[in-house]
Every structure is written in C-alpha cells, then in structure tokens.
C-alpha cells in the first residue's frame, strides 16, 4: 500500500502521486507498487534491502541520495511463539523525497501521520527521518513496558504453580528482550554515524532532536538489559518454586495414601481365618472402628504438624 502525503496551509495532506516535498510511505508493496517506487527514483537494491526480515540497521550515503535502515518493534500477538519482534525499516531521501517502506504496518506511521509531532514537515526530510527515529525509540518503550506489566501477571500466577506454562510464557517473553536487545544495539550504532555524517546540522533544532533520539535509544537498551537479567533470574528462581510446590503435593498425596492406608491394615486382622482376641465380643466392630480411628487421627496429626498438608 503507497500513501503520499505532503505539509500544505491546511497541513499535513494525503496526495495521490509524489511531488517535490512529499513523503511517500509504502506498506508492504506490490509489484505495482514497487515499479511506481522505481519510477519516482527509488533503487530497487534498497526496496528490497527494507523488505528483508534479515537486514540490520545501517547508513548508507552518495551524493544523490542517503538510505537509512532501522529495526522498529512489531507485535505478533500474544499467542504468538515470540509476541515481539524487530522488522526493518527502509528510508530513502533522493532529491526532495522522502521514501519509507515497510513490509508491515506500525504505529509509527500513525503517529506521524496524526499530528503527535507539531514540527514535522515532509519538506525537511532528515527532520523527517529524527521524527521516525524518536518515534521508534518511543514504541520500544512502550513495547518494553507492556513485556513488564505481562511479567508481573506471570509472576502473580507463578508463586501456586505446579506447571510448567507460565515459566514458557516466560521464555516467550525473554526471546522478545533479545531481539529488542540486538535491534537497539544496531540502531544505536547506526544513529552514531549518522551524528558524525552531520547531515542534520543544518538547523538546530535538528541537532538537539538528534541528541534526544540518542538518549531515548539509549534508554530503551538500559531498560532492555535490566529487564533481560532480571527475567533471566526470575525463570530460575520461578523453576525451583515450581519444583517445590510440586514436592508439596507429592507429600501431600503420600500421607494421605499412608492414612487411608492404616484402617485397612487394622481391618485386615480381622479379616483372616484365624482366632482373634475379643472377636466373640459383641462390641468387637465397635472396638476395632474406635482402634482405626484413633490411629487415623493420630498420624493426621503427626503429618500435619510435620507440615505435610
């Protein structure tokens, strides 16, 4: 899908072909899609570099255009094996234009496209490109803060389990960490050459907004590796809790069969073909009811107060 949009008096204006100025942003494209892209001076190289699941973030720079590709966070759902991973995201400035594409849909584009950022103009395209860089940095964070409220759940439902469910849904969430940590790491690098490149000291306002991406970027990573280390040490943590209240049912079931055990044992005496003391006695059932019960009851006791229930 292509959307082209351009700043006017009225603001930011969806158009139907690129013009001078304009910022062309295109989903996941069709052939037809891709050949507009071509013909409006994009190097079919890069569209495919951004279509890649497997391209890392890097800068690459001419004299007739500048290409910037970035991992940007994309939620798969939660029933997915990984609920979050990184995708790449192409940008091209040519000329007056602006090219991003994407194999998905993000945010991102939404909140670009919906006046989140009162500074944006298509017009200046690598104050353009800062706003996508914040705006990335932004949703790992956000990304990041939802993966911890799903921990804390977790954790909730861990402390009475005997399963091994929720330290899976655990792991779902660390293999999310890991490829935010990777992801990060690489856009880092990235916006670090592109700082030394100082295409974006032309205004100054471009300077500083570069300066609060790095920080933001650098804020996501932090945030990835505290949470990495401390899920890593809750999983071990959680595993033995689990093998623990497993041990605890075992008990549990093992001093309940013992004590429904013990007036079979009392019964089975009588129940042999062989003279007994008091069998003859008209209270002997009686007898023997009271003996079973008492010997219940006091190893009932006993395994209670060993902790055994």
Not at 20 to 26: E, H, K, L, Q, S
Not at 123 to 135: H, N, Q, S, V
Not at 281 to 300: D, N, Q
């Amino acid at each position: 899908m292509l959307s082209i949009y351009k700043n006017t008096e009225q603001g930011l204006e969806r158009l139907e072909t690129a013009v001078n100025g304009a910022w062309v942003n295109a989903v996941d494209p069709t052939a037809e899609e891709i050949q507009k892209l071509i013909d409006w001076g994009m190097y079919p190289d890069y569209i495919t570099y951004s279509l890649d699941q497997d391209e890392m973030a890097r800068m690459e720079r001419d004299e007739e255009y500048t290409f910037i590709l970035l991992r940007i966070p994309y939620f798969q759902g939660d029933t997915s094996d990984i609920p979050y991973i990184t995708v790449p995201l192409g940008i091209y400035i040519q000329g007056n234009l602006v090219f991003t594409i994407c194999r998905y849909e993000s945010d991102i584009f939404k909140a670009l496209t919906n006046g989140k950022y009162r500074g944006l103009k298509t017009g200046k395209r690598y104050r353009l490109a800062l706003y996508i860089f914040l705006e990335t940095a932004a949703r790992y964070l956000n990304c990041l803060r939802d993966i911890n409220k799903t921990t804390e759940i977790i954790e909730d439902q861990l402390q009475k389990s005997t399963r091994n469910r929720e330290v899976l849904e655990l792991l779902k969430q660390q293999k999310s960490l890991t490829y935010f940590a990777t992801a990060l790491r690489s856009n880092e690098v990235m916006m670090e050459r592109v700082q030394k490149t100082q295409l974006f000291n032309y205004y100054e306002e471009d300077q500083e907004l570069l300066e609060d991406v790095l920080t933001e970027n650098q804020q996501a990573f932090q945030m990835t590796s505290i949470a990495t280390e401390i899920l890593s040490g809750m999983m071990d943590a959680f595993a033995s809790i689990i093998s623990n209240n497993l041990n605890g049912v075992m008990k549990a079931l093992a001093a309940l069969t013992i004590i429904l055990n013990l007036p079979t044992i009392v019964a089975s005496f009588y129940g042999m073909n062989v003279r007994l003391p008091g069998e003859d006695h008209p209270l002997a059932f009686v007898l023997v009811f009271a003996i079973s019960i008492s010997i219940t009851a006091i190893a009932t006791f006993v395994f209670y107060k060993r902790d055994w229930f």
